[in-house]
């Protein structure tokens, strides 16, 4: 697979200072792409620091609330202005709170929309101004061919929004992934003249820290999703390395230049099947 094109682009990824998003950030590395990360923590992790002169690119942490219109608006200004272009947007910051339906409290649903939708709404809307602009500065013809000029705009989603499970009550959280999935078809749309991709990967089952969070409060819930998980005997869950094959190609203008408006569900399976009954307690 040739994803010689990431070299010398400008990748912005949110929610990369752990989890998901920083085996993006790593795997982006490899392939030479500079990397500029948005997360609200203060202070940049050192495995993500390292990347930069491991793999000889620009490494930039900025830390930012996403959730803030404002603040993802002049952070992105920032980016634009530390890398001088933006190529791709790859969205990974997300939360997740575990509360029934019924009991479902009013600032857990604000939250988890305010970060989960709103705030990957407002980075990739900024991400994709800045594009457009750098496309039109130095192309005045449109259409743009996808594979020789353009960007690559990417939502993390979740196998939840194909399949939700039996041992977890995440009303908000599916509904907030399931409305980000809801803006892949239209911004394809939108930004198809532009030759900018836009599409999600929803990820299946993931040993990540926000799963390790979830699995102290819920001892029986990883058990529960290996059952859940076709590939691996039900014995594993799937790993974020898991999903840098998938995550790589639609980054790349070359591997990935003809794929948009797609949601990817990468998850061993797990979505392909009749589960089979969560145990109790
Ligand atoms: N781990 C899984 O099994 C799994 C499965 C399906 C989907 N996902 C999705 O993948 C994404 C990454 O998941 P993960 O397991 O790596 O989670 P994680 O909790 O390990 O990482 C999420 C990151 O988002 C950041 N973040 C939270 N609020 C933010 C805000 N307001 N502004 C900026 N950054 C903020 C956190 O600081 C953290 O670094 C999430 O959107 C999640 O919903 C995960």
Redesign the pocket.
Known sequence: MDVSDLKGKTAVI????????LSFASALAQAKCNIAV????DAAPEDLLRLGAQHEIRVEYYA????SKSHAVSTITRVEQDFGRIDINVS?????SDEPFVSTTEQNLERTMA??FN?SFFVAQACAASMIKRIESSQSKLPIDPVTNGGSIIF?????THIPSAAQNICA?IAS?AAVKGLVKPLAVEMAPYGVRVNSI?????M????RGLQERQPDLVRQFQKETLLGGGER??DPENLLGPLVMICSSKAGGWVTGQDLLVDGGAGSWKHPVASEG
Do not use: W
């Not at 949110?14 to 998003?21: E, M, N």
């Not at 993390?156 to 939840?160: D, E, K, L, Q, V």
């Not at 990540?208 to 799963?211: K, L």
């Open positions: 949110t929610g990369a200072a752990r989890g998901l998003g948005l997360d609200i923590v930012c609330d996403i959730s990974a910051a997300g939360v997740v970060i989960n705030g993390i989603t979740s196998i939840a959280y992934k929803s990820p299946g089952y993931m990540t820290d926000m799963m869950i799937g």
